[in-house]
C-alpha cells in the first residue's frame, strides 16, 4: 500500500508521452502517391500482389514525422482479404535521423555534411525506367559536401551509402518538396540549428547526361492537405 502511495506522489507521475518532439497530435499534411504495380518491385510482378497488399500501403507526412507502411502478402495472389496481410510499419520523428544529423561519439557527427533523402530515378541510358519499375526515395547519413563520384560529374558521393526508405513511388519529387516544408517548419519551431537538417535532392541515374542531381523546393505549406 505504501509503495502505491509513492507511486502516486512521485514527481515524474504522467511524464509519459509528453514530449515535444513527438506530440500525438499531428496534422497531416501529404501523401506519397504509388505505382499501380506497388508494393510490387516491377510492374512484371503486380500480379502477385493482391488489393488488399496495395490498400495497406502508404506513405505519410505529418508535421512531426513521417509515417510509413510496407505490407506482406504471405499467399502472394491467393489470398485478396486485409484479415491475412502482415503489416510493415515504421514512424521516424523530425528530430532524429534520417531527417538530423545522428550521434559519434555523444556528438552530433556533421564533419561529413548534414543528411541527405533524395528521389532516385532509374534509367537506362536515356530511357526512363520508372513506368516499369518505380522511384524510390533513399536516405544517405551525411551529403558529403556534394562530392560527385567522378569528382566534377557523375552521382552524388553519398547514394552509395544511401538506404531505400520506399519504393514503387510515382513523382516522389512533388512529395518531397511538401516534406521538406514540414520539416524545415519543425526544425524552426524546434530551434534545431541548420547544419544538423537534412537536405533534400532528386538523383537522376543516367549514364548520358553522367547522372546528376538537383535540390528539392519546399512547397508552400498553404497549399497542404489532405
Avoid: W
Avoid at 536515356?126 to 526515395?137: F, K, Q
Amino acid at each position: 500500500m505504501a509503495a502505491g502511495v509513492a507511486s502516486a506522489q512521485s514527481p515524474l507521475q504522467g511524464i509519459h508521452g509528453t514530449s515535444l518532439f513527438t506530440k500525438p497530435d499531428a496534422t497531416f499534411i501529404a501523401a506519397a502517391q504509388f505505382y499501380d504495380f506497388a508494393p510490387s518491385p516491377c510492374s512484371c510482378y503486380a500480379c502477385c500482389f493482391p488489393n488488399a497488399a496495395k490498400k495497406r500501403l502508404f506513405m505519410r507526412a505529418y508535421d512531426n514525422r513521417l509515417e510509413m507502411n510496407e505490407p506482406i502478402a504471405p499467399c502472394c495472389c491467393l489470398c485478396d482479404d486485409e484479415l491475412y496481410m502482415t503489416d510493415s510499419t515504421s514512424i521516424s520523428f523530425y528530430d532524429k535521423p534520417p531527417f538530423r544529423t545522428g550521434l559519434c561519439c555523444f556528438m552530433p557527427c556533421t564533419c561529413c555534411g548534414p543528411p541527405v533523402i533524395f528521389a532516385y530515378n532509374p534509367k537506362c541510358f536515356c530511357i526512363d525506367m520508372a513506368p516499369c519499375c518505380g522511384s524510390s526515395i533513399q536516405a544517405a547519413p551525411f551529403s558529403c559536401f556534394g562530392l560527385k563520384q567522378g569528382i566534377c560529374c557523375c552521382n552524388p558521393c553519398y547514394t552509395q551509402c544511401s538506404r531505400p526508405i520506399m519504393g514503387g513511388l510515382k513523382d516522389p519529387e512533388t512529395f518531397l518538396s511538401q516534406l521538406k516544408a514540414a520539416t524545415t517548419s519543425y526544425h524552426n519551431q524546434m530551434g534545431i540549428v541548420e547544419s544538423e537538417r537534412v537536405i533534400y535532392a532528386s538523383v537522376s541515374d543516367n549514364v548520358g547526361d553522367f547522372g546528376g542531381s538537383k535540390a528539392i523546393a519546399g512547397a508552400d505549406m498553404q497549399i497542404m492537405g489532405r
